[in-house]
């Protein structure tokens, strides 16, 4: 065969057969064989036919060696094959000891496992015996002690040779082993994990993880020996003063007098009462009831359950010095938060719908001196006089911020009377003084009118001529507040239960009620169980003013609280109780007073009453509304305000006001009641706009408090001809935020309900609150500048001078139109 072939010459192993000879075929001189073996189809050389590489065929039987192959190599191929099946032997061979090694050692370890199991089994039997043996020695000896106060004299001796009962035998060892075998083997692995530790269950005979206590086994000594003297003897009845108010749950009733609950429900039901341990019982009922088991009765007053919360006076002792609560007030416009700002290197005021404050703002300052600052800002607007009012009943001290170039305004008269109400000292803060209108002076004197009378006119109060804008003056009034926080000499007691202010609250999407809470005496601690107003809970969570969460906080520091069960009043007293039961009792109490009171109030008691109210109501056209506010302080702000609205012919009624988002319930009750829903910083749900839209509900959203209370206003008296009324012609939702050089940050977004118009303005709004209210940048499709996108569709918008978007935030998109109102 040539070396161009291009195949391979293999020879056979054992030799060729004449049966597998397929084909012959010649190239050249040389006459190859075809034979197809078992593996492969190979090519034989015919003998004496020169190999590949040339040369002659080595000498041997051609058929049982390969072609080409000369002898050493044969000699070496052998010796290595030699070579290798030696080694696997010896493998084979290391293999089967280890196995016989690892056999060896597990039926070494099942042989101390079974001596292990076999001795514990053993001390168990022994252990076992060992208390029948004393178990029956104890009842021989109380048997024969018992025969012995009974028997006559002169029998004693015969009755001493009488034989003791026998016990019955015993099983033997080896069967109980048995037997334990048996039960043991549906048992699974990790039930043998264990086998070899000796519990205490074990050792005194219990079978599995169940075993008698310490206090059952007394039990059980004590009846035994009971009936061994001759019968059981009653215990003494612990008689209890309980504690009986006017109406009182069967559970709490039992636990109170210590009986079982089983008990006082059969009492219950044996005159004749069919109820269960839930429900409640009035007071005569539960005094038979607790006479009837041997206890006494004392009866209390619902209003006793707050005297847990009573006034604890500190002795001079515990008292430490604590900051001072700074209070900033004034009329609107006139620099409050902005000063604040300045003072906090923060920036508020941008967050503020329409440049006014409409929440209470809690802070702490540290001053360069090292002197610790709480501040509370205030809003001036005229609806916010409660909100103000609050601020001067927790203030230590009162800044009045007058605006230089606009002098003494109506709210700045009002904080004056709710500072001289409080009788807290008052700091005037001239600001604006960079303005080239600015008079200083003109304020000074327009404050005369009012009874205050600053330093530079001979008086007490201490005056500073500041700017917000340029830093002027913000040393002096740091030093003033600190030099009036001196003179007063602050002090509390932070080692005791704690007691402070609801400055703010409101209903929080993903964290609930949350209250804005000034701590006014001890600490609150993260874990204390509190009640404040008609709400109670736990601290779960407590927030600094910086968003950090703290453990603790002491006196005259602001926190947001969570943990409630619902939001509190502003202005609500928190205090600290001991358990939860009180505080869920006291707080029980005041929402069944509140709802009292509020029925007396609108309950006519006599007949002339009741004309009257009959009379009034049919010369009185009424607008009734619903009204939901992001906070809880804005919401009453509202309701005042919209009780102010009206005089004899029309007025404004709030069927319901609250915090939160609006929900299907407050459009259920406004379609009944015939009442718009008006929304201050907060939006309607999905199902609640589906539902308005059914049922023809109108909701309208404010975020300026005088806008609604104009509009308000405006259609009560019927006034309003013409309005600019906003009209939602779509909703877009944020699927992912890009970000573009030049442009900024824009929102790839999906326009989910009616159509998104350049022109158009639009809202951001994360979890139904107003983020941003503002114009779009860019409105694109695709690549290309559009004019509107219809919904269904994908696009690109940008807002103008607002980047804070974020993925699955709702894009809001409106348009204002002059419509012409009317009242009905």
Do not use: W
């Amino acid at each position: 065969m040539s070396d161009n072939d291009g195949k391979k010459t293999l020879g056979l192993r054992g030799g060729a057969r004449p049966g597998n000879v397929k084909q012959s075929f010649s190239h050249g001189r040389t006459k190859n064989v075809v034979v197809e073996t078992k593996r492969k189809r190979v090519v034989v050389p015919k003998p004496g036919a020169a190999k590949p590489g040339g040369g002659a065929a080595p000498s041997g039987d051609p058929s049982r060696r390969p072609a080409g192959i000369s002898d050493a190599e044969m000699a070496r191929r052998m010796k290595a094959l030699q070579a290798a099946k030696a080694r696997e032997a010896e493998e084979a061979a290391a293999r089967e000891a280890a196995e016989k090694a690892r056999e060896e050692e597990r039926a070494r370890r099942r042989a101390e496992q079974e001596a292990k199991e076999r001795e514990q089994r053993e001390a168990e039997e022994r252990a076992r015996q060992k208390a029948e043996e004393e178990e029956r020695k104890r009842k021989e000896a109380e048997e024969a002690a018992k025969r012995a106060a009974a028997a006559p004299a002169p029998e004693e001796p015969k009755a001493a040779r009488a034989p003791a009962s026998k016990p019955a035998p015993a099983a033997t060892p080896r069967k109980q082993d048995r037997e334990r075998e048996q039960r043991g083997r549906g048992k699974g692995r990790d039930d043998n994990r264990r086998s070899g530790k000796l519990t205490l269950g074990q050792a005194t005979g219990g079978e599995g993880n169940r075993q008698r206590s310490m206090a059952a086994m007394k039990r059980k000594q004590e009846r035994a020996r009971q009936k061994a003297m001759g019968g059981a003897v009653e215990r003494e009845k612990v008689i209890r003063d309980v504690q009986l108010p006017e109406a009182i749950m069967v559970s709490e009733l039992a636990n109170r007098m210590a009986e079982r609950v089983a008990d006082v429900v059969k009492s219950l039901m044996q005159m004749g009462m069919m109820v269960t341990q839930n429900q409640t019982i009035d007071a005569d009922t539960a005094e038979l009831i607790i006479e009837e088991f041997g206890h006494k009765v004392t009866r209390v007053s619902d209003s006793d359950v707050e005297d847990v919360i009573k006034e604890v006076e500190d002795s001079e002792d515990d008292l430490q010095p604590r900051p001072p609560v700074i209070t900033i007030m004034g009329h609107v416009d006139h620099g409050k938060t902005s000063l604040l700002d300045a003072i906090r290197d923060a920036r508020v005021v941008a967050g503020e719908a329409g440049g006014i404050t409409q929440h209470i703002g809690a802070y702490q300052v540290k001053t360069d001196g090292g002197t610790t600052l709480t501040f509370l800002d205030t809003p001036g607007h005229a609806a916010f006089t409660s909100m103000r009012s609050r601020g001067a009943q927790v203030t230590d001290i009162v800044v009045l911020v007058v605006a230089a170039d606009d002098a003494v305004m109506p709210q700045t008269i009002e904080a004056i009377n709710h500072a001289k109400a409080a009788e807290v000292p008052m700091i005037v803060a001239i600001n604006k003084v960079d303005k080239p209108d600015a008079n200083p002076d003109k304020v000074r004197t327009d404050l005369l009118q009012h009874e205050v009378i600053v330093e530079k006119m001979s008086g007490e109060v201490q005056d500073v001529e500041v700017s917000a804008i340029t830093g002027q003056g913000l040393d002096e009034l740091l030093e003033a507040i600190a030099l009036q926080a001196e003179i007063l000499e602050l002090k509390a007691n932070p080692n005791r239960a704690a007691q402070g202010a609801v400055i703010e609250a409101q209903l929080d999407v993903g964290r609930g009620p949350v209250a804005t809470v000034l701590v006014q005496n001890g600490t609150l601690r993260q874990g204390d169980i509190f009640v404040v107003g008609e709400q109670y809970g736990k601290v779960r969570a407590l927030i600094n003013d910086k968003g950090e969460r703290v453990k603790e906080a002491g006196p005259s520091v602001p926190v947001e609280v969570l943990g409630l069960n619902g939001t509190p009043e502003a202005g609500d007293v928190l205090n600290v109780t001991e358990t939860e039961a009180q505080a869920r009792e006291i707080a029980a109490y005041r929402e069944q007073a509140a709802k009292d009171k509020r029925a007396a109030a609108g309950a006519a008691t006599t007949l002339e009453q009741l004309m009257q109210k009959a009379k009034e109501d049919e010369n009185v056209a009424e607008l009734p509304i619903l009204v939901k506010a992001d906070v809880q302080g804005s919401a009453e702000a509202i309701v005042q305000a919209m009780e102010k609205i009206g005089n004899d012919e029309v007025r404004v009624r709030v069927l319901h006001s609250g915090v939160g988002a609006i929900t299907e319930t407050d459009v259920g009750l406004a379609e009944a009641s015939g009442a718009p829903v008006f929304g201050f910083n907060v939006r309607a749900n999905a199902s609640a706009r589906n539902t308005a839209n059914q049922k023809g509900v109108e909701i309208r959203y404010y975020s300026v408090i005088y806008d609604l209370v104009d509009d308000v206003k405006a259609a009560a008296s019927g006034l309003l001809s013409a309005e600019i009324r906003e009209k939602f012609i779509g909703y877009a939702e944020i699927r992912e935020v890009f970000k573009v050089t030049g442009v900024g940050k824009v929102a790839g977004c999906l326009v989910t309900e009616g159509v998104a118009r350049r022109s158009a303005g639009v809202r951001l709004l994360r979890d139904n609150v107003v983020i941003h209210e503002g114009t779009l940048k860019t409105l694109k499709r695709f690549k290309d500048e559009v004019a509107e996108v219809q919904s269904g569709q994908e696009c690109g918008m940008a807002f103008e001078n607002y980047d804070d978007i974020r993925q699955g935030d709702v894009i809001e998109i409106f348009e204002r139109e002059e419509v012409t109102r009317t009242l009905d």
